[in-house]
Protein backbone atom coordinates (compact mmCIF):
# COMPACT_ATOMS: atom_id res chain seq x y z
CA UNK A 1 0.00 0.00 0.00
CA UNK A 2 0.93 3.30 -0.64
CA UNK A 3 2.38 5.25 2.41
CA UNK A 4 2.16 8.83 2.92
CA UNK A 5 4.45 10.88 3.92
CA UNK A 6 5.32 12.92 7.27
CA UNK A 7 7.96 15.83 8.12
CA UNK A 8 9.74 16.39 9.55
CA UNK A 9 10.94 13.12 9.64
CA UNK A 10 12.92 13.82 13.05
CA UNK A 11 12.58 16.48 15.24
CA UNK A 12 14.44 17.69 18.72
CA UNK A 13 13.19 20.15 20.85
CA UNK A 14 13.71 21.32 24.18
CA UNK A 15 11.28 20.68 27.56
CA UNK A 16 8.53 22.63 27.14
CA UNK A 17 8.58 23.72 23.46
CA UNK A 18 5.67 22.79 21.09
CA UNK A 19 6.35 20.23 18.72
CA UNK A 20 3.90 19.60 15.18
CA UNK A 21 4.49 17.38 12.93
CA UNK A 22 2.97 17.04 9.29
CA UNK A 23 1.68 14.19 7.61
CA UNK A 24 0.39 14.22 3.90
CA UNK A 25 -1.74 11.54 2.44
CA UNK A 26 -2.72 10.51 -1.00
CA UNK A 27 -6.22 8.79 -1.43
CA UNK A 28 -9.63 9.67 -0.38
CA UNK A 29 -10.19 8.81 3.92
CA UNK A 30 -12.70 7.97 6.25
CA UNK A 31 -10.59 9.48 8.87
CA UNK A 32 -7.11 9.96 10.43
CA UNK A 33 -5.33 8.63 13.14
CA UNK A 34 -2.14 9.50 14.76
CA UNK A 35 -0.41 6.98 17.22
CA UNK A 36 2.72 7.43 19.22
CA UNK A 37 5.32 4.17 19.81
CA UNK A 38 7.92 3.74 22.08
CA UNK A 39 11.30 2.31 20.76
CA UNK A 40 10.55 -1.29 19.99
CA UNK A 41 7.48 -1.47 21.49
CA UNK A 42 3.34 -1.30 20.63
CA UNK A 43 1.24 1.41 19.46
CA UNK A 44 -0.35 4.02 21.70
CA UNK A 45 -4.06 5.74 19.78
CA UNK A 46 -4.02 8.98 20.56
CA UNK A 47 -6.62 10.91 18.32
CA UNK A 48 -8.90 10.28 15.63
CA UNK A 49 -10.10 12.86 13.31
CA UNK A 50 -12.90 12.31 10.63
CA UNK A 51 -12.60 13.72 7.41
CA UNK A 52 -15.82 15.90 7.79
CA UNK A 53 -14.06 17.14 10.86
CA UNK A 54 -11.11 20.01 10.31
CA UNK A 55 -9.43 20.49 14.02
CA UNK A 56 -9.54 17.84 17.51
CA UNK A 57 -8.42 18.41 20.30
CA UNK A 58 -7.35 16.25 23.77
CA UNK A 59 -5.45 17.23 26.31
CA UNK A 60 -2.26 18.55 25.21
CA UNK A 61 -2.78 17.45 22.02
CA UNK A 62 -4.23 19.32 18.52
CA UNK A 63 -4.98 17.97 15.18
CA UNK A 64 -5.59 19.31 12.25
CA UNK A 65 -7.24 17.77 9.17
CA UNK A 66 -6.86 19.70 5.39
CA UNK A 67 -8.86 17.07 2.90
CA UNK A 68 -8.68 19.40 0.51
CA UNK A 69 -5.04 19.71 0.70
CA UNK A 70 -5.23 15.68 1.95
CA UNK A 71 -2.78 16.57 4.98
CA UNK A 72 -2.91 16.67 8.85
CA UNK A 73 -0.67 18.00 11.64
CA UNK A 74 -0.06 16.93 15.01
CA UNK A 75 0.69 20.03 17.42
CA UNK A 76 2.11 18.64 21.07
CA UNK A 77 2.41 21.67 22.81
CA UNK A 78 4.05 21.93 26.38
CA UNK A 79 6.43 18.72 25.48
CA UNK A 80 7.82 16.51 28.26
CA UNK A 81 10.87 14.23 27.71
CA UNK A 82 8.35 11.32 27.89
CA UNK A 83 6.91 12.67 25.07
CA UNK A 84 10.43 11.73 23.06
CA UNK A 85 8.59 8.55 20.56
CA UNK A 86 8.17 8.01 17.15
CA UNK A 87 4.97 9.24 15.91
CA UNK A 88 2.91 7.98 12.79
CA UNK A 89 -0.32 8.97 11.27
CA UNK A 90 -2.58 6.15 9.59
CA UNK A 91 -5.28 6.95 7.30
CA UNK A 92 -8.26 4.64 7.07
CA UNK A 93 -10.24 4.91 3.82
CA UNK A 94 -13.37 3.31 5.64
CA UNK A 95 -16.34 1.27 4.10
CA UNK A 96 -15.30 -2.36 3.38
CA UNK A 97 -12.11 -1.73 4.55
CA UNK A 98 -12.49 -0.33 7.77
CA UNK A 99 -10.08 -1.03 9.83
CA UNK A 100 -7.51 -1.31 7.15
CA UNK A 101 -4.93 1.80 8.60
CA UNK A 102 -1.72 2.90 5.71
CA UNK A 103 0.73 4.37 8.01
CA UNK A 104 3.06 7.39 7.32
CA UNK A 105 6.50 7.60 7.67
CA UNK A 106 6.50 8.85 10.67
CA UNK A 107 8.67 11.34 12.73
CA UNK A 108 11.13 10.44 15.53
CA UNK A 109 10.45 13.31 18.26
CA UNK A 110 13.35 13.63 21.12
CA UNK A 111 12.27 16.04 24.00
CA UNK A 112 15.43 16.94 25.77
CA UNK A 113 15.44 17.77 29.38
CA UNK B 1 -5.87 -3.20 30.54
CA UNK B 2 -5.11 -5.06 26.88
CA UNK B 3 -7.99 -5.85 24.40
CA UNK B 4 -5.83 -7.50 22.17
CA UNK B 5 -3.29 -9.86 22.80
CA UNK B 6 -0.43 -10.76 20.83
CA UNK B 7 1.70 -13.88 21.81
CA UNK B 8 5.12 -14.51 21.71
CA UNK B 9 6.11 -10.83 22.62
CA UNK B 10 9.77 -12.12 21.68
CA UNK B 11 10.67 -15.16 19.60
CA UNK B 12 13.88 -16.05 17.96
CA UNK B 13 13.93 -19.16 15.57
CA UNK B 14 16.59 -20.75 13.83
CA UNK B 15 16.84 -19.89 9.70
CA UNK B 16 14.31 -22.65 7.85
CA UNK B 17 11.66 -23.39 10.80
CA UNK B 18 8.09 -22.06 11.11
CA UNK B 19 7.06 -19.92 13.75
CA UNK B 20 3.57 -19.33 14.66
CA UNK B 21 2.08 -15.42 16.11
CA UNK B 22 -0.88 -15.39 18.16
CA UNK B 23 -3.26 -12.36 18.42
CA UNK B 24 -6.59 -12.79 20.47
CA UNK B 25 -9.25 -10.12 21.05
CA UNK B 26 -9.70 -11.11 24.59
CA UNK B 27 -13.04 -9.25 25.18
CA UNK B 28 -15.03 -9.49 21.93
CA UNK B 29 -15.79 -10.96 18.81
CA UNK B 30 -13.70 -9.52 15.66
CA UNK B 31 -14.20 -10.91 12.66
CA UNK B 32 -12.21 -9.10 10.71
CA UNK B 33 -8.05 -8.34 11.86
CA UNK B 34 -5.20 -7.26 10.38
CA UNK B 35 -1.35 -7.66 10.32
CA UNK B 36 1.48 -5.52 9.96
CA UNK B 37 5.23 -5.80 9.62
CA UNK B 38 7.34 -3.38 11.07
CA UNK B 39 11.50 -3.28 9.82
CA UNK B 40 13.46 -1.42 12.25
CA UNK B 41 13.54 2.53 11.82
CA UNK B 42 11.02 2.07 9.36
CA UNK B 43 6.99 2.60 9.23
CA UNK B 44 3.98 0.08 9.45
CA UNK B 45 3.17 -1.93 6.84
CA UNK B 46 -0.22 -3.74 6.14
CA UNK B 47 0.69 -7.25 5.09
CA UNK B 48 -2.79 -9.06 5.32
CA UNK B 49 -6.16 -8.96 6.35
CA UNK B 50 -7.05 -11.97 8.13
CA UNK B 51 -10.95 -12.68 7.83
CA UNK B 52 -12.89 -15.08 10.25
CA UNK B 53 -13.90 -18.33 8.05
CA UNK B 54 -12.75 -17.14 5.15
CA UNK B 55 -9.34 -16.77 3.37
CA UNK B 56 -6.66 -13.85 4.89
CA UNK B 57 -6.48 -11.11 1.96
CA UNK B 58 -2.75 -10.22 0.98
CA UNK B 59 -1.34 -7.10 0.44
CA UNK B 60 0.53 -6.72 -3.01
CA UNK B 61 3.95 -8.23 -2.57
CA UNK B 62 3.47 -10.66 0.74
CA UNK B 63 3.98 -14.20 -0.26
CA UNK B 64 0.64 -15.85 0.71
CA UNK B 65 2.94 -19.18 1.10
CA UNK B 66 5.34 -17.93 3.16
CA UNK B 67 2.79 -15.95 5.81
CA UNK B 68 0.16 -18.11 6.81
CA UNK B 69 -2.76 -16.98 8.31
CA UNK B 70 -5.40 -18.63 10.00
CA UNK B 71 -8.36 -17.00 11.44
CA UNK B 72 -10.05 -19.93 12.86
CA UNK B 73 -12.47 -18.20 15.57
CA UNK B 74 -14.05 -15.31 16.30
CA UNK B 75 -10.79 -14.17 18.89
CA UNK B 76 -8.08 -15.25 17.49
CA UNK B 77 -6.15 -15.10 14.45
CA UNK B 78 -2.53 -16.11 13.80
CA UNK B 79 0.16 -15.59 11.57
CA UNK B 80 2.76 -18.21 10.87
CA UNK B 81 5.99 -17.89 9.22
CA UNK B 82 6.96 -20.80 7.65
CA UNK B 83 10.58 -21.41 6.22
CA UNK B 84 12.30 -18.32 8.16
CA UNK B 85 14.79 -16.39 7.07
CA UNK B 86 16.89 -13.87 8.49
CA UNK B 87 15.35 -11.13 6.55
CA UNK B 88 11.90 -11.63 7.71
CA UNK B 89 13.52 -10.17 11.23
CA UNK B 90 10.74 -8.15 12.13
CA UNK B 91 8.18 -6.85 14.87
CA UNK B 92 4.99 -7.83 13.65
CA UNK B 93 2.11 -6.41 15.09
CA UNK B 94 -1.85 -7.34 14.75
CA UNK B 95 -5.09 -5.23 15.07
CA UNK B 96 -9.10 -5.55 15.81
CA UNK B 97 -11.48 -3.62 15.15
CA UNK B 98 -14.43 -3.65 17.92
CA UNK B 99 -18.37 -3.31 16.76
CA UNK B 100 -19.46 -0.54 18.97
CA UNK B 101 -18.02 2.67 18.20
CA UNK B 102 -15.76 0.79 15.68
CA UNK B 103 -12.52 1.30 17.71
CA UNK B 104 -9.46 -0.06 15.95
CA UNK B 105 -7.41 -2.10 19.28
CA UNK B 106 -3.67 -3.08 18.50
CA UNK B 107 -2.07 -5.94 20.47
CA UNK B 108 1.62 -5.28 22.20
CA UNK B 109 3.25 -6.78 18.70
CA UNK B 110 5.86 -9.48 18.53
CA UNK B 111 9.39 -9.60 18.16
CA UNK B 112 10.97 -12.12 15.69
CA UNK B 113 14.43 -12.69 15.35
CA UNK B 114 15.54 -15.37 12.85
CA UNK B 115 19.33 -16.80 12.73
Known amino acids: SQQGEEDPQALSIQEGENATMNCSYKTSINNLQWYRQNSGRGLVHLIL?????REKHSGRLRVTLDTSKKSSSLLITASRAADTASYFC?????????????FGQGTILTVHP | GAVVSQHPSRVICKSGTSVKIECRSLDFQATTMFWYRQFPKQSLMLMATSNEGSKATYEQGVEKDKFLINHASLTLSTLTVTSAHPEDSSFYICSAVRGAGNTIYFGEGSWLTVV
Open chain 1, 90 to 102: ATDAGGTSYGKLT
Open chain 1, 49 to 53: IRSNE
